[in-house]
């Protein structure tokens, strides 16, 4: 008898950083980060990716947003998650999001083929389900409501 382990989704992370010291900033108008994927699926993106074996959320948020940012991410809160099965067209994944906040010039690293500071006004195209994360969290900002457990 063969045991075959079950299929479970894989665990990531992405972090909205929040850039207060950016010129685009305004208290009303918040400056972040996103992120151009260098590999599949491309297109613009929050900093984010695969959590370690061991690892746990906050550190793996961090991590990553070091990786693809080159910057050192304070983490505010952990804001929501997400697990659509069709979030990712790779597989199943679910995405723990985190609010942090960073001060310094963000760098393209790692996965990341390009960088650039958006507004909610300006921003791209976005990959995965990151647009849907990005409207959660602007009517969080103008709200204090959270997203509803059931869509």
């Known amino acids: 008898m063969t045991f075959t382990p079950p299929q479970t989704p894989l665990c990531t992370v992405d972090v909205i950083i929040l850039l207060a010291r950016h010129p685009l900033y305004r208290e009303d108008r918040p400056a972040f980060v996103l ?5 599949p699926p491309l297109g613009w993106a929050l900093p984010g990716g695969f959590v370690d074996v061991g690892e746990p959320l906050p550190h793996a948020a961090m991590r ?4 693809e940012t080159s910057l050192d991410v304070e983490l505010i809160e952990q804001f929501f998650a997400y697990s ?5 067209p790779r597989r199943h994944t679910v995405s723990t999001v985190f609010i942090g906040r960073a001060s310094g010039e963000p760098r393209a690293a790692d996965d ?9 006004a300006t921003l791209p195209p976005l990959a995965f389900d990151h647009g849907e994360i990005l ?3 602007f ?3 103008r709200s204090g ?3 509803p457990a059931l869509r």
């Open 135 to 137: 409207r959660d969290y």
């Open 84 to 88: 659509s099965p069709q979030r990712d």
């Open 35 to 39: 992120i151009e994927r260098k590999y």
């Open 145 to 147: 409501r959270r997203p």
């Open 64 to 67: 990553e947003a070091k990786e």
């Open 112 to 120: 990341a083929k390009h960088l650039a500071v958006f507004t909610e």
């Open 139 to 141: 009517e969080y900002r």
